[in-house]
């Protein structure tokens, strides 16, 4: 009963609490916007929301040398479409890194609020799945696409997602298996200075290797926390993520803004530092 409880009513009341809260604070982007406005951001940091992005390249992150012990790095997906999501995932602290989706309502004041917060924002950049695109979001990058309209379609992304490192696939099961579309993408990231994380949405994924071939840092999805929705499954994902991270040195695990998941992460990020993990920005794996 007490292993019951601890996986799942205790994550369950404080993520029922974590929402109730952010209801009576957000209900969008334009009422947060008015109750609580977040220092202007530095101009040479970002652009303002709804407007390109800066036209000078972002500069790169350090890349990290691991001298002992293992690393996690954990990316957030999917947010963008209210600040209530971004609310929820706030409180787990930084070192987590969020990937925000563009074109969505509240992509720009996310990205730019979870910067102020001290997290790394990524773009979280709609690709073209196999079979059904429900979900897919605006902007997404699409078989038959020239690699003129691949760069078009990534910038007019880009630019609602301010200030973002870098970029993980969102769906793209078929694009990224796609190296003529990943060598046009490639080559737009190279030229930006961002850095790419494959979330391996395929087995047969050429995106990290087309990524390599341009010289653009990447990375690679190892873990996801939560294909399941069931806390027990998503405590059993951070357990795998912890043993290969001992096994690997490092490790890239992907989760999202839903209640159990954060609540997982609440339990047990503390746990981590215990067993010698450090929690690092995505950027840092970057290779």
Do not use: W
């Amino acid at each position: 009963m007490t292993n019951l409880f601890h996986s799942r009513l205790r994550p369950a009341l404080i993520i029922l609490a974590m929402m109730a809260l952010a209801a009576l604070v957000s209900t969008g982007c334009g009422r947060q916007e008015q109750e609580k406005k977040p220092a202007p951001p530095k101009p040479s940091a970002q652009a303002q929301p709804g407007l390109p992005a800066p036209a000078v390249t972002p500069q790169a992150q350090p890349v990290l040398i691991v001298q002992s012990g293992p690393v996690v790095a954990i990316i957030i997906d999917d947010l963008g479409m209210d600040m209530a999501h971004l609310d929820m995932v706030l409180p787990l602290g930084k070192g987590l890194t969020f990937a925000v989706m563009p074109g969505l309502p509240c992509s720009a004041r996310t990205a730019g609020r979870a910067r102020q917060e001290g997290h790394e924002v990524i773009m979280h950049l709609p690709m073209q799945p196999k079979g059904e695109v429900k979900g897919l979001g605006p902007g997404a990058l699409l078989t038959g696409m020239s690699a003129d309209d691949l760069h078009k379609t990534f910038l007019a992304d880009y630019a609602t997602v301010p200030g973002a490192d870098g970029v993980n696939n969102h769906m793209g099961s078929l694009l990224t298996e796609d190296r003529a579309a990943m060598n046009a993408l490639m080559g737009v990231l190279k030229e930006k200075g961002l850095i790419f994380i494959d979330s391996r949405t395929t087995a047969s994924s050429v995106a990290l290797q087309a990524a390599k071939d341009a010289g653009v840092r990447a990375a690679e999805r190892a873990v996801f926390l939560d294909d399941s929705a069931e806390p027990d499954d998503i405590n059993a994902q951070f357990d795998r993520m912890v043993s290969l991270a001992q096994k690997r040195g490092a490790v890239v695990a992907i989760g999202h803004p839903r209640p159990n998941t954060v609540g997982v992460l609440m339990e047990r990020l503390p746990e981590l530092e215990k067993s010698g993990i450090k929690l690092v920005r995505v950027s840092e794996l970057a290779r």
